[in-house]
């Protein structure tokens, strides 16, 4: 065994045994573990082979998506910030020792490639209903979940590459975001432009649009769900053009790499630190913070708040001072896909639009600067509980979550004519989504952090809101029970509210000394 292959090896060993001899953490392990396993018996039990059978094309639009935004956002966070394949322990542990910087560089995209894999371990559970439904088998569901990692091999591999040629260039860096913000913004506008001019039902003309050849043409994740259209559908043209085009990438990159300069070390020790700072921040008690490139001052000062309600307005005033937008990229654009769809489906489900938006407002919410806070002596410091200085300190996602429901459910209210009571609700009832989120990953903070990888993290917050979203929906349904001659979207949404606000209360208070022990 390679030094290389050992290191990689004992880490995830040593990462076990942390959760086997941590009984909260063993037990918090083995509950999601159960309800995993839960999900895909409850999966199995409602698939028997009499569900309506459906055109694997669908199945195909949906795998060919989930490639382009898992595409999409690695390479964000490459233009944006630098690529971070890399953390702070394989700089001490990689960079000192006798390996070549191709070597390293391999160890760290194989890493990458292991988490990817245990990230695809989360769509198992959908495996019975996928067979079933679209008549895929064992062994296509397993290229799909392969296709899925080496999307991301590609992906941190092209990231690196540009992390490398632009570093400490600002020139280079500008003209690789233009291009990458225009490749994203031209694939959405080409997707809505053919679903408005294609005929016949949304749902039909989004698939088409998905599986069209400019799609399967966009760089690695078309490529790789062109191969899977190949797989599937026996196409033998799209199969070998797909595998070509991912083979001379690779093998372009790769002789890119090995050609391009070798001393990247500064600037990943540099990337690294950054995210050590904030990642460990809680047990070296470090009080440093990364101040944005570009900061709008304004006013100066806070101005407002006492005591634990400071941190409030502290975190509004550096949001709007560190952010282009008065809300986020991700949760503009989010806003504008659910809009745009509801407009080009015409008459679609209210709830289904807000169910859609829920889930993207997982995928768009964090902690926030929650994290940067705890770097720092003055949340610490001040004479409060600690329930209440972290409630007041995830509170910045309530005016950013109430924007963007705004945002989305007013031109919902003149597209499907809805009466203003369900609008009004909608809106109220994702608000208290968003801070259940974010309760939800102060809870996943204080369990897991700096334990597990980012990546495994990832997967615990979306199973830690479907746990703690079932509270409110039994709640919504069983109210419906009750009054069965009511308006169910309302009644369900009047449950979910009602809940949600006690539960994220109820999580903050058992989360509290996530402030005592960092």
């Given at each position: 065994m390679s030094a290389l292959t050992y290191l990689l090896v004992k880490k995830w060993k040593n990462i076990f045994m942390v959760i086997a001899k941590n009984p909260i953490y063993l037990a918090s392990v083995l509950g999601i573990g159960v309800f995993y396993f839960l999900s895909i018996g409850l999966s199995a039990a409602l698939t028997d082979g009499g569900m309506i059978q459906r055109?694997?094309?669908e199945f195909l639009a949906i795998v060919i998506m989930l490639y382009l935004q898992v595409f999409i956002l690695l390479m964000k966070n490459s233009v944006e910030s630098g690529a971070a394949v890399f953390v702070m322990s394989d700089v001490n542990m990689l960079f000192p020792a006798p390996f070549t910087p191709m070597r390293i560089l391999r160890y760290g995209l194989t890493q990458q490639v292991s988490y990817a894999f245990l990230t695809g371990i989360l769509f198992v559970t959908q495996y019975p209903i996928v067979t079933d439904v679209y008549h895929v088998s064992g062994w296509e569901f397993l290229i799909v979940l392969i296709g899925?990692?080496?999307?991301?091999?590609?992906?941190?591999?092209?990231s690196?590459?540009?992390?490398?040629?632009?570093?400490?260039?600002?020139?280079?860096?500008?003209?690789?975001?233009?291009?990458?913000?225009?490749m994203m913004v031209g694939m959405y506008v080409y997707l809505f432009a053919y679903m408005a001019q294609a005929s016949g039902r949304i749902m039909e003309r989004a698939i088409h649009g998905i599986n069209s050849l400019p799609m399967l043409l966009y760089p690695?994740?078309?490529?790789?769900?062109?191969f899977m259209h190949g797989m599937l559908l026996d196409k033998p043209l799209y199969m070998l053009g797909g595998l070509g085009l991912l083979l001379l990438t690779a093998i372009v990159i790769g002789i890119v790499l090995h050609f391009s300069k070798q001393d990247y070390y500064e600037d990943v020790l540099t990337t690294a630190e950054i995210t050590r700072a904030t990642m460990s921040a809680r047990r070296d008690g470090d009080p440093g913070d990364v101040a944005p490139?570009?900061?709008?001052?304004?006013?100066?000062?806070?101005?407002?708040?006492?005591?634990a309600s400071a941190f409030f307005y502290k975190h509004r005033l550096e949001n709007r001072r560190s952010s282009v937008w008065l809300l986020s990229s991700t949760g503009l654009l989010f806003a504008v896909i659910i809009v745009g769809f509801a407009w080009l489906a015409g008459e679609t489900s209210l709830l289904g639009l807000f169910f859609l938006s829920v889930y993207m407002q997982m995928i768009s919410l964090s902690l926030g600067r929650l994290l940067k806070e705890l770097i720092k002596p003055y949340i610490y410091l001040v004479p409060a509980s600690s329930t209440k200085k972290l409630l007041y300190s995830i509170l910045e996602a309530i005016p950013s979550s109430l924007a963007e429901s705004l945002l989305i459910f007013i031109p919902l209210y003149f597209l499907l004519n809805e009466s203003v009571l369900r609008i009004l609700l909608c809106i109220l009832c994702r608000t208290t989504f968003g801070l259940l989120v974010v309760a939800g990953n102060v809870l996943v903070e204080r369990l897991f952090n700096g334990i597990l990888p980012r990546q495994v993290l990832m997967i615990l917050y979306t199973v830690m809101f479907m746990l703690l979203s079932v509270p409110g929906i039994a709640a919504g349904i069983g109210l419906y029970l009750l009054q069965p001659g009511s308006d169910i979207l309302c009644t369900i949404l009047i449950g979910i509210s009602v809940v949600n606000i006690p539960m994220s209360l109820l999580i903050l208070f058992l989360s509290r000394h996530l402030l005592e022990s960092a």
């Open positions: 055109d694997k094309t899925f990692a080496v999307t991301i091999l590609l992906a941190q591999s092209l690196m590459l540009v992390f490398i040629y632009t570093t400490a260039e600002d020139k280079k860096r500008n003209v690789i975001r233009v291009l990458y913000y225009v690695i994740a078309g490529w790789v769900g062109m490139r570009h900061i709008k001052v304004g006013k100066i000062g806070i101005g407002k708040g006492w005591g």
